[in-house]
């Protein structure tokens, strides 16, 4: 018994001074933290003519930095007012991200206009984000939401790579937690999320050897901080809808997720705040993180849990639902 002890006793001494020297080693080596300005440097974004592009554009600038804002719209509302509201640092760019054309000319103009330490992050933020459940949407539907979420910025960072990598910079990736959390009504979003976290991933793992940084923000639901979310009314979904279509899914039930859809956005964060300061961290840390899950608290464990259980169980948690319940009644009632 005393031998067992003394084991114990040995273990746990041991177990202390491990994590004290730990902790001394994160003092001692404890790295910059952030950038205090961003004199000197670039940073492009795109999808800037509102949302979290538009306030990215506007921190990153008051920050010191080069904003190069790129805008779907360079002559629209959102455009107008960021320049408006903004330094003469900031320069507005017609970047439509499924356009070849319109990523070779900004780059062009970004080259040209580059300050003294070049082009240090490149923010993928443009996107788009839509709802329906996969027997209600086209082959078009999908590869308009791909070639905006995902072709989008895989053709963005292709054309701007070379100057991120010549100043060892940042590479920002716009996810969402849809990206792993499969749920009713998300088909083609969570397609085009999943594959850009892919395309990231794989990026970081190239780009370690180059010392560039890449991160990837998960954000949860914030509809109502952005506008990025398609409103729609229940007969907009019915019509669009061929005659077999309508015997499946019958005009109450589509009203009833339509309702349900809108009343979940309401239920989401009011302002981006959470998730344009993980950008700036992503941006200006010494250290970014690889992913940034933005999430309430009550939520966080879910979603930090939901990817490593098994499929059967994760599936079987939207049984819980009411919603889901409903959808199973309405719809095998026919």
């Not at 080693?25 to 933290?33: H, S, T």
């Not at 538009?54 to 107008?80: I, K, M, N, T, Y």
């Not at 070779?104 to 070049?118: D, R, T």
């Not at 964060?269 to 992503?282: E, W």
Request: glycine share 6%.
């Amino acid at each position: 018994m005393n031998h067992i002890l003394f084991i114990g006793q040995v273990i746990g001494i041991f177990s202390i001074s491990a994590i004290l020297l730990f902790l001394l080693a994160k003092l001692v080596c404890r790295p910059p933290g952030v950038m205090q300005d961003g004199y000197g440097y670039a940073v492009l974004i795109t999808g800037c003519d509102s949302g979290f592009g538009h306030q990215l554009a506007r921190s990153l600038d008051q920050r010191g930095f080069v904003v190069f804002a790129g805008c779907l719209c360079p002559e629209g509302a959102g455009a107008r007012s960021l320049q408006s509201l903004s330094s003469t640092n900031l320069r507005i760019l017609k970047l439509d991200v499924t356009s070849d054309e319109d990523v070779k000319q900004a780059k062009k103009i970004v080259q040209e206009n580059l300050p003294e330490k070049g082009l240090w992050a490149v923010v993928n933020n443009a996107g788009i984000s839509d709802w329906a459940e996969i027997e209600w949407s086209t082959i078009e539907d999908f590869h308009n939401m791909v070639d905006i979420n995902l072709f989008g910025c895989i053709r963005t960072s292709i054309a701007f790579l070379p100057l991120v990598r010549a100043t060892k910079g940042r590479m920002v990736f716009m996810s969402s937690i849809f990206s792993f959390f499969n749920c009713l009504n998300m088909g083609a979003y969570s397609v085009s999320k999943r594959g850009l976290e892919a395309f990231a991933d794989c990026l970081r793992v190239e780009m370690a050897s180059f010392g560039v940084k890449v991160s990837i923000i998960q954000p949860g639901n914030f509809g109502q901080a952005t506008n990025i979310v398609r409103m729609k009314t229940a007969y907009d979904i019915w019509e669009k809808l061929d005659d077999d279509r309508k015997q499946r899914f019958n005009q109450h039930y589509i009203k009833l997720a339509n309702e349900y859809f809108l009343s979940t956005c309401k239920s989401g964060f009011k302002n981006g705040d959470l998730v344009i300061n993980a950008m700036l961290h992503a941006v200006t840390s010494a250290k970014p993180r690889c992913r940034y899950l933005l999430v309430s608290t009550m939520d966080m464990c879910f979603f930090k849990l939901f990817p490593f259980l098994p499929t059967a169980v994760t599936d079987a948690v939207f049984t819980l639902s009411s919603m889901y319940t409903k959808r199973k009644q309405m719809l095998h009632a026919k």
